[in-house]
């Protein structure tokens, strides 16, 4: 599945990064906990070196949680690395997120020498909304549309520590065909860019071979198919998505999609360090 969305911003916002990168303290990276490898940037694990380095895993409470701690202290694993799952709802997890990244860098968090903190993720990954909440103000537009922020800025926690926001970044052409249908699902790409009807079929795949139960409980059917597109008709018959001649799997994929997103179906991870699930049905799709 090919994305075509990267907009003109973005391109701006990796040189400004390359640029800024070796004045800044601490890299802060806000990753969906329900896709933290699809989510992170490679370009930054070239840039930093040995930086401190801390991982966000924002909207934990729409992933599993199992996998999340699997994931956190694959991330505490690593040289100069952190890692803190957040949600929405709890803010004093967030507000910790100055203290953490002064104790990677004790040498700095004064007046006279704050902590530079580099903040940076993909669109439609919480970002903005994490800035606000440290800021404890409105400080950058927030929206469930990627690619709000635009432009680079300066915003200041504290005297002894500030944040550098940069623009919601992804990469052209994503880095491999199995990210760009998790990105897609998850929301992080505008949905212009892509084909409900393949998403939802990936997704569907994804659930049957790694999260069958929760499919029982949301639909209340017992048996499913063990191919996406059957298991999609099931879905449109429990919801009304029928057509002469069979179901309509645009609707169908859009309702599905939707219901994945917002945790109707559960706390769901789409990856595990070290493992992979196969898109069984991908040859079929391309």
Do not use: H
């Given at each position: 599945m090919l994305i075509n969305w990267y907009p003109g911003h973005m391109v701006k916002a990796k040189k400004e990064v390359k640029k800024i990168l070796p004045r800044v303290d601490v890299i802060i990276e806000i990753?969906?906990?329900?896709?933290?490898?699809s989510s992170t940037n490679p370009m930054i694990a070239g840039l930093r070196r040995d930086k401190p380095y801390l991982k966000v895993l924002s909207k934990s409470d729409l992933a599993d949680p199992e996998v999340t701690d699997i994931w956190q202290n694959f991330f505490r694993s690593?040289?100069?690395?952190?890692?803190?799952?957040?949600?929405?709802?709890?803010?004093?997890?967030?507000?910790?997120?100055p203290s953490r990244c002064?104790?990677?860098?004790p040498e700095r968090g004064s007046a006279e020498k704050p902590v530079r903190a580099l903040i940076l993720g993909i669109p439609n990954v919480g970002k903005s909304t994490l800035i606000n909440t440290l800021a404890g103000k409105k400080i950058t537009k927030v929206g469930n549309e990627p690619a709000v922020t635009k432009t680079q800025q300066r915003v200041n926690i504290s005297d002894s520590f500030y944040l550098i926001d940069t623009p919601g970044m992804l990469w052209p052409g994503a880095k491999d065909e199995m990210c760009n249908y998790r990105l897609a699902a998850s929301g992080a790409i505008r949905d212009t860019a892509f084909d409900y009807d393949d998403v939802a079929m990936f997704a569907m795949d994804y659930?049957?071979?790694?999260?069958?139960?929760?499919?029982?409980e949301r639909y209340q059917v017992d048996e499913w198919p063990d191919n996406a597109y059957d298991a999609l008709g099931v879905v449109a018959s429990k919801r009304g998505c029928l057509q002469r001649g069979g179901f309509d799997l645009t609707r169908v994929?859009?309702?599905?999609?939707?219901?994945?997103?917002s945790g109707k179906l559960g706390r769901i991870s789409f990856e595990e360090p070290d493992a992979d699930i196969p898109y069984r049905d991908l040859e079929m799709v391309c």
């Open positions: 990753l969906d906990a329900r896709l933290p490898q690593q040289i100069n690395m952190d890692s803190l799952a957040i949600t929405t709802e709890n803010r004093q997890l967030a507000l910790s997120i002064g104790k990677m860098v659930m049957l071979q790694r999260y069958p139960q929760p499919l029982v994929g859009d309702l599905f999609i939707k219901e994945l997103r």
